[in-house]
């Protein structure tokens, strides 16, 4: 009787979802996400244990984007285990060690254009060889067609089949059996029913293809099968790894098109890949990246510049439509990313809002802002270790604001540091030069300054009526 009850509710809940789905597609998912977990309550499920039935009973009540269901949501077990798939290898060589990087990519066949085997290529011929000790690629051939991919696995040995030996490069299979249903869903935006079934598969072909690649690496990072890569692109994702240490981080991104280069730990992948798989039907895979972003508590979005990934295919994999899209932050020799050192950054300039000074030093997409500042005015960085730099470059000002540069001002660097009231600053500086038009850039530092850098200042040298964006600030050292 009391299970009874229990499910009479849960309908209840199903019969108000109608109303709600008009009125929010996230409250929609909200409601759905608890009714679905509540539901593991009466499955037979390996992956649900007691003490997850518990924490399921007490979010029922909550919503979606409630504090308490997200921490809940995080710590769900039933997330954590692999997902029972039989995959078929067809081509591999037993997998060694686990490395850093996994790279994976879905591909199905195309009615126009196959750009599968010139993103390989570029992944490979954009790695040194130092670099491809520490990726591995999988491929999910996700095609039911089978010819298709007899066809394509044959050109991929052909091709990389060092790769394949040095066990480098996978090629999968996840068997139609196991997919979900894909005919009579439910046609959410108004989409066709082939677009439905398109997008619906494509969120399984991903599941499948993270639940495979959980434990071959540290990182993930999923790419799209018509995609060119900027060269040295891990030592690059190595670079702003090392610089985020310390900061609580779900996805990175380093393409700001679709399911690009979005990087994640390994251990979040068996949660990604249920998470795909309980709402395939709802909406296309990069919507519900974002919600599950939010679901494991990264508010915003952590996007990189340059970008390192490049959408290069001309006609799209659903129904061979053209597909123009292009990244136009990415550049094909990123790997100069700077290594700013540690360091504190400090300003007696009017901070504008939220937009502090420490995000000008930041390799994420934001920057500093300030209101008009006045001759004498400085911004300053102070780092843990004094540091030999071989290049600096400050950028102000944005494409949208091209005004707010600093007009009038000096780049000067500094060594023995006291303690003053406001804070640390050096006792000595040393002017490098003036910025212009609202620029600053050195190369061969280390040959004009004599002395190892405690201090870095960006000093106004005139009163300007326009507000002040120092868009990025960026350093060398050896």
Known sequence: ???????????????????????????????????????????????????????????????????????????????????????????????????????????????????????????????????????????????????????????????????????????IHAPEEYYPILDGLKRNYNDPEDRVRFRSKQNVDYAFLLNFCANTSDYYVMLEDDVRCSKNFLTAIKKVITSLEGTYWVTLEFSKLGYIGKLYHSHDLPRLAHFLLMFYQEMPCDWLLTHFRGLLAQKNVIRFKPSLFQHMGYYSSYKGTENKLKDDDFEE???????????????????????????????????????????????????????????????????????????????????NVVDFKQGRQCVTYLRLGEFKNGNFEMSEVNQKIPFDINCMRIYVTKTQKEWLIIRSISIWTF
């Open 333 to 415: 020799e990123s790997f100069d990313i700077p290594d700013n050192p540690p360091a504190n950054l400090y300003t007696n300039m009017n901070v504008f809002e939220n937009y502090e000074a420490s995000k000008a030093y930041s390799s994420v997409d934001e920057y500093f802002w300030g209101k008009p500042p006045s001759a004498g005015d400085f911004f300053v960085i102070i780092f843990e270790n004094p540091i030999l730099i071989k290049k600096i470059k400050v950028s102000t000002g944005t494409e949208d604001r091209q005004n707010d540069i600093l007009h009038h001002g000096a780049l000067d660097v500094g060594e």
């Open 1 to 171: 009787m009391f299970k009874f009850c229990q499910m009479k509710h849960i309908f209840e809940i199903l019969d108000k979802m109608r109303c709600l789905r008009k009125r929010s597609t996230v409250s929609f998912l909200g409601v759905l996400v608890i009714f679905l977990l509540f539901m593991n309550l009466y499955i037979e499920d390996s992956y649900v244990l007691e003490g997850d039935k518990q924490l399921i009973r007490e979010t029922s009540t909550h919503q979606l984007n409630s504090e308490r269901y997200v921490h809940t949501f995080k710590d769900l077990s039933n997330f954590s285990g692999a997902i029972n798939v039989t995959y078929r290898y067809l081509a591999a060589t037993p997998l060694q060690r686990k490395r850093f990087l996994t790279i994976g990519l879905s591909s199905v066949k195309r009615k126009k254009g196959n750009y599968l085997l010139e993103t390989i290529k570029s992944i490979f011929e954009q790695s040194s060889y130092e670099e491809l000790k520490e990726i591995s690629v999988v491929v999910h051939l996700a095609d039911f067609n089978s010819s298709w991919r007899d066809v394509m696995v044959q050109d991929i040995t052909q091709k990389f089949a060092h790769h394949i030996i040095a066990g480098r490069l996978i090629v």
